[in-house]
Each structure stands twice: as C-alpha cells, then as structure tokens.
C-alpha cells in the first residue's frame, strides 16, 4: 500500500492550493492532515469511500475541501483563501475501518497507512 501525495509549494496569503494524494489500495476513508513548526498534527477533512460524504475541521471549514476520484484512486485537498498559519507539512492518511464516527476519524492514530507529505507555506 502506498500513498503518494503532491501539490504542495509556495503561496501568498489569499491564494489557493490543491494537494492530491493517489492511493495505491482500497480503502474505508482517507484524510489529510498537517503539522506546523513546532506543533500536533493536526486533522483537517476526511472522506468516506463508500458515498464520498465528507466531514471538515472547523478551522479549515469554508476555505478547504476534500473530494475523491474514484477512478484515479485519488484524493484531493482543495484549499482556498489560504493564510500564513495555513503553513505546514501535509500529510494524507488512509484506513480500512469502516463505520466509525467522525469524532474517531479525527484522531491521527486511526489511520494505518500515511503519505510522505507535502509542504506548504504561505506567505504574508
């Protein structure tokens, strides 16, 4: 299984990004997370596989979205409107568990396999 994620770069402040993470294997659902300087990895959208419906973080409510083609096995993180504090490594995860509770799907522990990540910076 791998995940292979891309699109980061650099970016002003107001500007928008896509990562995309293409996804060698089956999976439940898929999420992206990032981890600033000095900071927890923190959770940002997940997706289910089975009917592609999506829960946000509040924090990034608004401005990114996650979307799946199933075709290219690939997941997508749409971000818009991006701000300096947007800057970080992104990660996208993927897991076989199915019927979880968004609460759960938030935690970086329940997902078993992750991409190498992506940068993004964002500049003021």
């Known amino acids: 299984v791998q995940l292979q994620a891309s699109g980061g770069g650099s970016v002003q402040a107001g500007g928008s990004l896509g990562l995309s993470c293409v996804t060698s294997?089956?999976?439940?659902?898929s999420a992206w997370f990032r981890q600033g300087p000095g900071k927890e990895r923190e959770f940002l959208a997940y997706i289910r596989w089975r009917g592609d419906s999506t829960y946000h973080a509040d924090s990034v409510k608004g401005r990114f979205t996650i979307s799946r083609d199933s075709d290219k096995n690939t997941v997508y993180l749409q971000m818009n409107s991006l701000k300096p504090e947007d800057t970080a490594v992104y990660y996208c995860?993927?897991?076989?568990?199915?019927?979880?509770?968004?609460?759960?799907?938030?935690?970086?522990?329940?997902?078993?396999?992750w991409g190498q990540g992506t940068q993004v910076t964002v500049s003021s």
């Open positions: 294997g089956t999976f439940a659902r």
């Open positions: 995860a993927a897991d076989g568990t199915y019927r979880v509770s968004n609460s759960y799907s938030r935690l970086a522990a329940t997902y078993k396999y």
